[in-house]
């Protein structure tokens, strides 16, 4: 059996769960799920001298900034084709991760 409360717990419940729903939208409003596309000029010093390091000549194609419990990482794409590299770095700009072709499957 199914009690319907007074009006005033109701509305208090309503408005609750309007704020959480809300609150949690807004956590990261211009990430989206697989990140945030950035420049290379957007990214921290640390990170930046890391790409240029890595990048030995070799264009960037990609930075992908993705950002979860309150940590930061930029995936990186160097380069293309046969000379593709894809690099994962933290925001000091080490280097936490490789990934490969396998990756584009998404």
Do not use: F, W
């Amino acid at each position: 059996m199914m009690l319907i409360p007074n009006g005033r717990y109701a509305i208090a419940s309503l408005i609750l769960t309007c704020v959480l729903a809300t609150t949690g939208c807004k956590q990261r409003p211009t990430e989206k799920a697989g990140g945030q596309t950035i420049e290379l000029s957007q990214v921290p010093a640390p990170v930046k001298a890391t790409i240029e390091q890595q990048a030995q000549g070799r264009p960037v194609s990609e930075i992908e900034k993705h950002t979860a419990r309150g940590t930061t990482q930029y995936n990186v794409t160097l380069g293309s084709g046969d000379q593709k590299q894809e690099l994962i770095l933290d925001e000091t700009g080490k280097v936490v991760g490789t990934g490969g072709d396998e990756e584009d499957d998404d």
